[in-house]
């Protein structure tokens, strides 16, 4: 997408706001009418953009512009001193997703523990891009939209257009996944492509927009209490708090559209909505695999959203196997039993126990084993949306006790996806989610104070370096007699808790807010 090229074709740029909902008063719209190039200003309401005939007039030009206009402050943004604490404050839909009662054993030993995932962003390489046409009524876009149908249908109601008059025609987006920018940056096209006179107009959004805009992946708690007794867990009890997970085009009740919130007639994003189980959304992977007598698992949807928030890869999942894999290790430790034994103890299933006993063997795993204070080991395991691909990993870490910096060096990881119809392809599915999740582990947040988003390129939002990706070794379970299962997102929770187990084992420290910073892990080791 963002390579195309049309005959004619002019640039685009958006000026945005300094927050959510700030409103536009004024700017200097003759000095940027006279700039070199400059084809179109284009103002609705609060949405504001230029076309020129190049891209770089037009970002000369938006600079210019985004100086020189003036607005009113949108409302603040929560203080991150106190994110999670404030987010739970806000109305939320709760239900509870599981719950089975049974006799609880006097004298359990009781266990509770809270953990948080902060807001993390796409941070695709490549930002977003669209081209859009305005010709005889109709406009063409094309778009690396994960939903060219969707999208359609919400453009042509931003737009106050017949569905029938707009083609939206895909393209593939340069790291594009989720649900990044790619549909806002389609009707800002369309917007600046209606003052051009039939003209394509191309929007390549910059790095700032990419990061301060789109919807990121949503912060949240996930607080765990269960009661021991004889090394059993006999009662568990799990509640974990989140935004919206599903905030896409396509919405009956709202226009999730960016710039359509700003218009001189503004739409309003649709509400937030619980995703059934057993995928699941903010819930997803909240109820663990592991046999429990007696439990009872909470999702409390928060309704409210003082932060832009939608589809980041594996929903909550991620979030919901660290909390629930970090507290198996923690009850591990309280029965003073081996993790790999303990959860063997709690699991029937034979293909769960299978990968479990995989990746120990390849790691060779010793039980009891103890870290050194600053090397460890640890495991995760999850099957993905309690439907797909059982993944189990142990990583290896490495802590500069001076500096707080984690290394992971090396992974081991059993995976059972049925039956396999393309061993490369599953490896490197596998193997690109550890990668993915040990840079959201140990590097990824998006930071914000109450005036707006300060994460604007990458140097205030760092990802993991190719110098800093594990080796990892991976056993394939074949399963010729089962169908074939999703494998696309199975290993990022499994990994992030592997790390924060190996990084407990190492230190006798346990962290239970992400990312792993060295500023936290110096204020967890004293």
Not at 279 to 289: C, E, V, Y
């Amino acid at each position: 997408m963002q390579d195309l090229r049309l005959p004619g074709m002019l640039h685009g740029r958006v000026a945005r706001p300094p927050r959510y909902g700030s409103k536009l008063e004024g700017f200097d719209e003759a000095k940027i009418k006279a700039m070199p190039g400059v084809v179109a200003v284009v103002r609705d309401g609060s949405f504001l953009g230029v076309v020129a005939q190049r891209e770089e007039q037009a970002i000369k030009a938006v600079v210019e512009l985004s100086a020189s206009a003036k607005w009113t402050a949108g409302p603040e943004l929560p203080d991150p001193a106190r994110l999670y604490q404030q987010l739970m404050t806000l109305k939320t839909q709760d239900k509870v997703i599981s719950e089975k009662d049974a006799a609880l054993p006097a004298g359990a030993k009781v266990l509770e523990a809270t953990y948080h995932r902060p807001y993390q962003a796409h941070a695709a390489i490549a930002p977003s891009c669209a081209v859009a046409q305005v010709q005889d009524g109709k406009l063409t876009a094309w778009t690396h939209s994960q939903g060219v149908y969707p999208l359609r249908g919400t453009l042509a109601r931003a737009l106050k257009m017949q569905a029938g008059n707009i083609r939206c025609i895909h393209m593939e987006g340069a790291g594009c996944y989720g649900h990044n920018g790619a549909d806002d940056v389609a009707l800002d096209a369309a917007l600046l492509a209606r003052a051009t006179n039939g003209r394509p107009v191309r929007v390549q959004w910059m790095r700032a927009d990419e990061f301060m805009w789109e919807p990121y992946g949503p912060a949240m708690t996930m607080q765990a209490k269960a009661a021991l007794a004889n090394g059993r867990i006999v009662d568990w009890s799990y509640d974990v708090w989140s935004q919206s997970h599903n905030m896409r085009p396509g919405d009956p009740d709202g226009v999730n559209l960016l710039s359509s919130w700003y218009m001189a007639e503004p739409q309003q994003p649709g509400p937030a909505r619980q995703s059934p189980q057993q995928n699941g959304a903010g819930d997803r992977n909240a109820i663990p695999l592991y046999d429990l007598p007696r439990h009872k698992i909470t999702h409390h949807l928060i309704m409210e959203n003082p932060v832009r928030t939608s589809a980041l890869r594996t929903l909550g999942a991620y979030a919901n196997v660290f909390a629930i894999e970090s507290f198996m290790d923690e009850l591990a430790a309280a029965a003073g039993i081996d993790p790999i034994e303990f959860r063997l103890a709690h699991i029937k299933d034979a293909r769960e126990r299978a990968v479990i006993e995989a990746v120990a063997k390849a790691a060779s795993w010793k039980p009891g084993e103890k870290g050194d204070g600053v090397r460890g080991r640890g495991i995760g395991y999850a099957k993905y949306k309690t439907t797909a691909t059982y993944n189990a990993v142990i990583v290896e870490v490495e802590i500069d006790r001076a500096s707080g910096k984690v290394k992971v060096p090396r992974a081991w990881t059993a995976v059972d996806s049925g039956l396999i119809i393309n061993p490369d392809g599953l490896t490197n599915q596998i193997e690109g989610g550890i990668v993915q999740s040990t840079s959201w582990t140990l590097h990824e947040q998006v930071r914000f104070n109450k005036d707006g988003i300060l994460s604007q390129d990458w140097q205030s939002y760092p990802i993991l370096s190719i110098a800093e990706a594990p080796k990892v070794e991976t056993v394939l379970i074949n399963q010729p007699g089962q169908r074939s299962l999703g494998a696309g997102e199975a290993s990022q929770g499994p990994t992030v808790a592997a790390i924060a187990n190996a990084i407990a084992n190492a230190t006798g420290k346990r962290l239970r807010e992400l990312p792993f910073t060295p500023e936290r892990v110096k204020t967890a080791l004293g």
